[in-house]
């Protein structure tokens, strides 16, 4: 599926192009609000919520990464933290 990726994007109108980042963010806006929603509604029911420690899962993954680079391609893995990140 991914090897008819940069087909797609090159039949994509520019609008579209242009509009997509503002897309993803409101997406990503309402999926944490909706994620926010609804731990709150877990935890008002009695459920008990355990959240991870992201730090030291981050931490722990950093020898796994750099078996994936030639599978990903030079420089993938530097882009993705680039976008998390900002």
């Not at 192009?17 to 009695?46: C, D, M, V, Y």
């Not at 750099?66 to 998390?84: D, E, H, K, L």
Request: charged share 20%; glycine share 10%; net charge positive.
């Amino acid at each position: 599926m991914l090897e008819h990726f940069p087909s797609c994007i090159a039949r994509c109108p520019s609008s579209r192009l242009r509009l997509s980042p503002e897309g993803g963010e409101e997406n990503n806006r309402l999926t944490l609000a909706l994620e926010g929603s609804l731990i709150e509604q877990f935890r008002k029911s009695g459920m008990q919520v355990t959240e991870p420690d992201v730090g030291s899962f981050r931490s722990a993954m950093q020898s796994i990464y750099p078996r994936y680079g030639s599978i990903w391609g030079a420089g993938v893995y530097a882009q993705m933290q680039s976008i998390r990140s900002s």
